[in-house]
């Protein structure tokens, strides 16, 4: 009884210290001004002989980045910037940290995402992470496979509707996901149940993906094996500076792989 109410202890301090989840409290909390958000113009959507669109979650984002070059999509458009045939780049990046696959799918109802998704030769796309974690804080007191499974059928609905919706802008570009890995692997290793619940996400995410014709699944759970290979980020979720770099290398292998003319 003594271990499992430290492994539950621990997995409340990690939720608890993960921005996108927060552990409502008996007190309201006191109201936010209202700051209302606007939308840039949509002649403001950047342009370029080569255009890539970032859309999804943190790690898209690039959050644990120290050096602020935007994660694995700086990593990738450096890359991309070194070759004789590209002459320009643009970047535009509407991944958002926390975003689950019901925030994307409202996301890709924007109007400025819906044009930048027309204009892209490059879509790049990291989702599923946040879903798996709600699962985790709804069921901290009883984690069993169970739930996992259940909230994956909705996962693997949303993530079609989600590629459906961007061929519908744009039936060209290339799409690149970037798989799923174990955030829990090294703060909480009794949870080990979690790699198996990723492995099944990142195979039927995998199927998805192969069957879009244009997309390539880019793997990464096996980049967070070892705890000594030191890839994670201060707060042992997301990747670090070092951690994005090898994705970056991986997602721009991808990229090359079916198109050699680039």
Same mark, same amino acid.
């Given at each position: 009884?003594?271990?499992?109410?430290?492994?539950?202890?621990?997995?409340?301090? /990690?939720?608890?210290?993960?921005?996108?989840?927060?552990? @409502?409290?008996?007190?309201? !909390?006191?109201? @936010? !001004?209202?700051?209302?958000? $606007?939308?840039?113009? =949509?002649?403001?959507? @950047?342009?370029?002989?080569? $255009?890539?669109?970032?859309?999804?979650?943190? /790690?898209?984002?690039? #959050?644990?980045?120290?050096?602020? &070059?935007?994660?694995?999509?700086?990593?990738?458009? &450096?890359?991309?910037?070194?070759?004789?045939?590209?002459?320009?780049?643009?970047?535009?990046?509407?991944?958002?940290?926390?975003?689950?696959? *019901?925030?994307?799918?409202? @996301? /890709?109802?924007?109007?400025? #995402?819906?044009?930048?998704?027309?204009?892209?030769?490059?879509?790049?796309? *990291?989702?599923?992470?946040?879903?798996?974690?709600?699962?985790?804080?709804? +069921?901290?007191? +009883?984690? *069993? =496979?169970?739930?996992?499974? %259940?909230?994956?059928?909705?996962?693997?609905? %949303?993530?079609?509707?989600?590629?459906? $919706?961007? %061929?519908?802008? +744009?039936?060209? !570009?290339?799409?690149?996901?970037?798989?799923?890995? &174990?955030?829990?692997?090294?703060? =909480?290793?009794?949870?080990?149940?979690?790699?198996?619940?990723?492995?099944?996400?990142?195979? !039927?995410?995998?199927?998805?993906?192969?069957?879009?014709? &244009?997309?390539?699944?880019?793997? #990464?759970?096996? /980049?967070?094996?070892?705890?000594?290979?030191?890839?994670?980020?201060?707060?042992?979720?997301?990747? +670090?500076?070092?951690?994005?770099? =090898?994705?970056?290398?991986?997602?721009?292998?991808?990229?090359? %792989?079916?198109?050699?003319?680039?």
């Amino acid at each position: 009884m003594k271990k499992i109410m430290i492994l539950l202890t621990s997995a409340l301090v /990690l939720l608890a210290g993960c921005d996108q989840f927060t552990f @409502k409290s008996q007190e309201p !909390a006191p109201k @936010k !001004a209202e700051v209302k958000k $606007t939308e840039k113009p =949509l002649d403001e959507v @950047k342009k370029a002989d080569l $255009t890539i669109t970032g859309i999804g979650d943190s /790690l898209t984002a690039g #959050v644990g980045d120290d050096t602020k &070059n935007g994660g694995y999509v700086g990593i990738v458009k &450096n890359k991309l910037s070194g070759l004789e045939s590209t002459n320009s780049i643009a970047v535009n990046n509407y991944a958002v940290h926390g975003n689950q696959t *019901t925030d994307l799918i409202k @996301k /890709l109802d924007k109007k400025e #995402v819906q044009n930048a998704l027309k204009q892209s030769d490059i879509i790049l796309l *990291t989702i599923g992470g946040n879903d798996i974690m709600k699962v985790v804080k709804e +069921n901290v007191f +009883n984690l *069993t =496979l169970q739930p996992f499974e %259940r909230e994956q059928t909705g996962y693997e609905q %949303r993530l079609a509707a989600i590629l459906l $919706t961007i %061929r519908q802008y +744009n039936p060209d !570009a290339k799409i690149v996901y970037s798989g799923l890995y &174990n955030p829990f692997k090294f703060v =909480l290793p009794q949870l080990s149940e979690i790699d198996l619940v990723v492995a099944k996400w990142n195979e !039927a995410a995998k199927k998805l993906i192969e069957a879009d014709g &244009n997309a390539e699944f880019v793997p #990464v759970a096996d /980049l967070y094996q070892e705890k000594d290979d030191g890839l994670l980020y201060k707060d042992a979720f997301h990747p +670090n500076t070092q951690g994005y770099s =090898l994705i970056g290398e991986r997602v721009f292998e991808a990229i090359m %792989r079916k198109d050699g003319s680039r």
